[in-house]
């Protein structure tokens, strides 16, 4: 079964720091996708940023960045100069075949905390 | 432009009782996904609705439905609700299949709690 590992439960920075949150996946695809969410209190999930199998470039959205080591089957989250409205869960999905159905594959997700 | 919208934010219903909750995507999607967030069994998948028609399924039972209609909202029902049911309920919108997605946008969730 494909799975997603995110090994930090909390993890707490102070505010202007860089911050790297873990993912590791594991799936038998060749082709698959990666992504990050950001849960705040509110509940909603909020589209961070994706990475294809097959991008050969790391991608980034504006403070996001993703380290994608294929290799080793990480897709670690980068914040940049973290602020105090980056207090959240964070989720790393992968979107793949799993039981029979195209899904996104979510892992436990990491408590991010930033401290003033 | 408008972001997803789901309905009702939160919901109370009874054991056995059985419940409807709406989705509208961003315009000019055509998938909508459902999922179901609890503390102890994290984000699963439900199903995926594109062109009005279910494409992909996860691991619920029957009493899980749903169904998408011609403008792309989507609805999904639960019927003779149980205490476990009580979650999170999520759908992601996306302009294609879940296979060929880069972006999935998800709304802000319908809270269900059954008591």
């Known amino acids: 079964a494909q799975k997603i590992t995110q090994t930090q439960p909390g993890m707490f920075v102070q505010e202007k720091e860089a911050v790297t949150l873990d993912c590791t996946y594991d799936?038998?695809?060749?082709?698959?996708?990666l992504f990050w969410y950001k849960q705040p209190s509110s509940g909603e999930m909020i589209f961070l940023i994706y990475?294809?199998?097959?991008?050969?470039q790391n991608a980034t959205e504006g403070r996001y960045s993703l380290n994608f080591q294929k290799a080793r089957k990480s897709a670690n989250l980068v914040i940049s100069a973290s602020q105090l409205g980056d207090s959240a869960m964070y989720f790393c999905a992968m979107r793949a075949w799993d039981q029979g159905a195209q899904k996104l594959v979510f892992g436990q997700g990491t408590r991010l905390t930033i401290n003033p | 432009k408008a972001g997803v919208t789901q309905t009702p934010r939160y919901l109370i219903k009874t054991r056995g009782q059985q419940v409807t909750l709406s989705c509208s995507p961003i315009s000019g999607h055509r998938s909508v996904s459902w999922y179901q967030q609890t503390p102890g069994q994290g984000l699963q998948f439900l199903f995926e609705y594109f062109s009005e028609t279910q494409r992909n399924k996860g691991n619920f039972p029957g009493r899980f439905s749903g169904r998408q209609f011609s403008n792309s909202r989507s609805e999904m029902n639960v019927s003779t609700l149980e205490l476990g049911d009580s979650a999170l309920y999520l759908c992601a919108s996306s302009p294609g299949q879940m296979w060929e997605n880069t972006e999935a946008f998800f709304g802000q969730g319908t809270r269900l709690t059954v008591v």
């Open positions: 799936t038998s695809d060749q082709s698959y996708g």
């Open positions: 990475q294809g199998s097959y991008d050969e």
